[in-house]
């Protein structure tokens, strides 16, 4: 009995010596590759999603490319491995990919059992319902019987059961495997419901055919906080995704953008010389201009904001708690000193 627990305890630790050191040096292999391998999704409006010439943009894509710009000085040094639900976590373990940035829900049990960590949010979101207009309802709560398009392998699945329950409403749940799929099965009738992180519902619908047919319902049932994620064991790696992201942030508050960074350098303020690497040693253990080449090749975390989800995007969504902290939100990174 007991050579056999000890056995598997042994087992374990080698296990777990194999995680370490597949995971340490991650920034090393990204230099020596050449690229960062960024996990994304399928395809989704705003977040990642590539065109017909497989150019792939959105909010994801830009911290990919944050990191790119951060590590390898050029932000287009990402090749994007696109991901459904169910496949995202075994990616990262395995160590397919470098990060997992894909509208992906910060839960107690992935960042404490998956071997992952969550690096920060790029957007507060929460899970809400899309509906046909033809359905005739105003609340979720009048969905009792309801059948539900819904997407394998997410916080939404088991969201959506517990919000069920909880308002003892029954509903049928119909899966699918990507977002594509869960659009299709919506839009052809096989449910009368999609539901879905409220953003997510936003892009999803401009994919209907007739996009005005459907509404979102007000109810937010849930938070989901999404954000990066990277494999745990590499600190050096975590710090640096952490930070890219952290950098986007602040350049926001600090007022830099793409545009303006040159000749906010040039001004003598020992904040922005800071950011831009004169004076300070990170400790990150990239070059030391690694923040203002975030800003200048991917801008600030509004400009993201804006371009791919906000009133310059086809979602037109509203920042509400994704505002900056000192604008009424909830988006608030640590000083960079
Ligand atoms: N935030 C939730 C849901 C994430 C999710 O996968 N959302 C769907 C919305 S339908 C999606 O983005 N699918 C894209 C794809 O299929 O690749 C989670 O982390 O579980």
Known sequence: MKKISLMAASAAMALSFTGLAQAAGTLDSVKERGYVQCGVT???????NPDDKGNWTGMDVDVCRAVAAATLGAADKVKYIPLNAKERFTALQSGEIDMLSRVTTWTLTRDGSLGVNFTGVTYYDGQGFLISKKLGVKSALELDGASVCIQAGTTTELNAADYFRENKMTFEPVVFDTSDQTV???????????????SQLYAMRIKLSNPSNAVVLPEIISKEPLGPLVRQGDDEWFNIV???????????????????????????????????????TSGLG????????IVKQVGNYGEAFDRNLGNGSPLKIERGLNALWNKGGLQYAPPMR
């Open 242 to 280: 952490k930070w890219s992201l952290y950098a986007m942030i602040n350049a926001e508050e600090m007022g830099l953008t793409s545009k303006n960074i040159d000749k906010m350098m040039t001004k003598g303020n020992p904040n922005i010389d800071r950011f831009a690497g004169k004076g300070i």
């Open 184 to 198: 299709k099965g919506f839009e052809s009738g096989r449910c009368d419901v999609l539901t879905s992180d409220q």
């Open 286 to 293: 990239i070059s030391g201009d690694w923040a203002y080449q």
């Open 42 to 48: 399928t395809g989704l409006p705003g977040y990642s």
